[in-house]
């Protein structure tokens, strides 16, 4: 039987923008959550459609579903042992302010396959403002 971990899990929600400016927004997110804090179960989600606080909200129609928005919401997820999750958190604040990010603690059945290397263990950035 699997060990049981404590685990933190983040959500990243990025908000719309340009295309030219999403390919380097994105690709600012990756390098920074996959080799600087090296998390484990990252997940790109693209949206179909987002309303912002107080939006409309029009009823999607076959149309829709079809139709490619070329600058669709997008959702980043990952998952790792509480303290590397927490430091990537603190990071992507300070490198992506405009992104809402939620963050819960989970139980996971088994450690992540990789181990962290030294340069980005918890307390060596500092800290969330």
């Known amino acids: 039987m699997a060990q049981e971990i404590t685990i933190t899990a983040v959500r990243i929600y990025v908000p719309p923008i340009s295309h030219s400016q999403r390919k380097q927004q994105l690709q600012t997110l990756l390098h920074l959550l996959r080799d600087q804090a090296h998390v484990h179960g990252l997940t790109v989600i693209e949206g179909k459609r987002g309303v912002e606080l107080g939006g409309p909200i029009q009823p999607a129609t076959v149309g829709d579903v079809l139709r490619r928005d070329p600058d669709p919401p997008l959702v980043i997820e990952f998952f ?15 490198a992506l302010p405009e992104c809402r990010i939620i963050w819960w603690r989970a139980t996971s059945d088994e450690a992540p396959s990789v181990t962290v290397p030294a340069t980005a263990k918890a307390g060596q950035h500092r800290s969330e403002s």
Not at 80 to 94: F, K, V
């Open 80 to 94: 790792d042992e509480a303290a590397s999750a927490d430091l990537a958190r603190r990071m992507l604040r300070e």
